[in-house]
């Protein structure tokens, strides 16, 4: 069974840089699993930041990007705000039409 | 603007089928460009993929739930339909719909691109 893997948990200050990642439990992350990314605040439906890898959906600052990193995807984070405190998660297309979610990663912002 | 809408009962029984609809407005669930699926996330926990169908009635199944997951467009009502049979506890979760586009190398979107707003089912007897 195929296993998304996420950062459980993060910290970053204000203003600071970070990057979260989304890997595989076997196997390396790359385009062809069209790696998104979904922000997702207490009580609300997820908001999808980054489609495809690398391209911001409509309406997210230029301050969140999507990359693949070595052997996974992963989401970076730079000029962090206290807004920024919620959970990221990513998922992955298997092919066939298959999805696959990370755990998701709580982020802190302090 | 598109919106989506779930709607179901609240609490199910164990061992019952927990049933819930997804109504679409500002858009046509008949469009040839999208896939439309579930997504679930059980309280405190990650989100889980569902299944997703298109609406010629193609369907795509986690391999986890495929056993008990029945998912359905209804074209003449807007709106798609989940199944899910012999509910426990472990599927007690917030139920979310979504609306995926059929990728294209014109937009090189595959994503989930809209969600609705969420639905919370409790299996409880």
């Known amino acids: 069974q195929t296993v998304v893997t996420q950062e459980a948990s993060f910290s970053v200050s204000p203003g600071g840089t970070v990057t979260l990642t989304c890997g595989l439990s076997?196997?390396?992350?790359?385009?062809?699993?069209?790696p998104s990314w979904y922000q997702q605040t207490p009580g609300q439906a997820p908001r999808t930041l980054i489609y495809t890898t690398n391209n911001r959906s409509s309406g997210v600052p230029d301050r969140f990007s999507g990359s693949i990193l070595g052997n996974k995807a992963a989401l970076t984070i730079t000029g962090a705000q206290a807004d920024d405190e919620c959970d990221y998660h990513c998922?992955?297309?298997?092919?066939?039409?298959?999805?696959?979610f990370g755990g998701g990663t709580k982020l802190t912002v302090l | 603007q598109l919106q989506l809408q779930e709607s179901g009962p609240g609490l199910v029984k164990p061992s019952e089928t927990l049933s819930l609809t997804c109504t679409v407005s500002?858009?046509?669930?008949?469009?040839?460009?999208?896939?439309w699926g579930w997504v679930r996330q059980p309280p405190g926990r990650g989100l889980e993929w569902i299944g997703s169908?298109?609406?010629?009635?193609?369907?795509y199944y986690n391999p986890s739930l495929k056993s008990r997951v029945t998912i359905f467009v209804e074209t003449s009502k807007n709106h798609f339909s989940l199944k899910l049979s012999s509910v426990t506890a472990a599927d007690t979760a917030v139920y979310y719909c979504?609306?995926?586009?059929?990728?294209?190398?014109?937009?090189?979107?595959?994503?989930?691109?809209?969600w609705g707003q969420g639905t919370l089912v409790t299996v409880s007897s």
């Open positions: 076997s196997g390396s992350v790359s385009t062809t699993h069209y």
């Open positions: 169908t298109y609406y010629s009635g193609s369907t």
């Open positions: 979504a609306r995926l586009p059929l990728y294209s190398t014109l937009t090189g979107y595959l994503a989930f691109e809209y």
């Open positions: 500002g858009g046509s669930i008949s469009s040839s460009s999208y896939y």
């Open positions: 998922v992955l297309y298997m092919g066939s039409g298959i999805w696959v």
